[in-house]
């Protein structure tokens, strides 16, 4: 399917690409999302899924081309069903780590040229036919607070993470970043960790030090609450 919407975009017509873009769309996502990411996360990615319809065929018709003129002339498919998956970049992995439903696997799709590529992730097989998700990104949960006296959680003790070394030998590229949301409670423990970005291993090394970091609670006009809170910790060098 990608290589003929490739062909298409290159030697025909552009009316030619519309099937092609009514078909990448999913026929129910308001009941398919929350079956594969739960009641709170597939909420979210349906309702921002009804813009999808909107910018499709722009979407596809730039991403089939480049900036410079460059033609692709090769496509390449990536599967994905377990979420720990190592060839799973740091935007990729978040997506498959928040699936409830971890059965139904995700696609990437990359159009090559030489050492250019661009890739579009994710796709999923439903109702018969490949579809696009689109641009899937988990986000914090507003954590907006309202008060006369605000005090937000302070880090008081803090467990560093394990460095992964022996996956970081064999992804010398991978990301450095780890970017979660969790709750803080009002005994200023962390619970409900997610990730935002990061790859597996990174990730699990982080979310395993973060669950033990102790925090003061947020006080709001003089009392304690629990409260959604950003982790973000950065490996490096001798880390």
């Known amino acids: 399917m990608m290589k003929q919407m490739l062909d298409i975009s290159q030697h025909g017509k552009e009316e030619d690409l ?3 873009f009514h078909a990448l769309l999913i026929p129910n996502p308001d009941s398919w999302f929350p079956s594969q990411f739960g009641d709170t996360q597939g909420t ?3 309702q921002e899924y009804q813009e999808v319809q909107n910018y499709i065929a722009s979407f596809f ?3 089939l081309q480049t900036d410079t003129g460059l ?6 498919v990536r599967r994905f ?4 998956d190592s060839g799973a970049n740091e935007f990729e992995y978040p997506v498959l780590a928040s699936r409830a439903e971890r059965t139904i696997p995700l696609y990437e799709v990359r159009f090559i040229k030489g050492t250019t590529y661009r ?3 994710p796709f999923a097989y439903i109702d018969g036919g490949f579809r696009y998700l689109g641009n899937l990104q988990v986000k914090q949960p507003d954590n907006r607070v309202y008060g006369q006296d605000i005090q937000w959680p302070k880090l008081i003790h803090e467990v560093p993470p394990v460095y992964p070394m022996a996956f970081n030998a064999t992804r010398p ?3 450095d970043v780890v970017k979660l949301w969790g709750t803080i409670g009002a005994d200023g423990s962390v619970t409900g960790l997610h990730v935002i970005q990061g790859t597996c291993a990174y990730v699990e090394a982080t979310i395993n030090a973060v669950k033990k970091w102790k925090f003061t ?3 709001v006009d003089g009392k304690a609450q629990s409260t959604t809170y950003p982790f973000q910790y950065s490996y490096g060098p001798g880390q």
Request: glycine share 0%; proline share 7%.
């Open 44 to 46: 979210q990615f349906a």
């Open 119 to 121: 890739w579009l992730f």
């Open 217 to 219: 609670p947020l006080m």
């Open 71 to 76: 033609k692709y002339d090769t496509v390449d």
């Open 18 to 20: 519309q099937p092609f």
């Open 61 to 63: 018709k730039q991403a």
């Open 81 to 84: 069903r377990d979420s720990c």
């Open 173 to 175: 590229n991978n990301s």
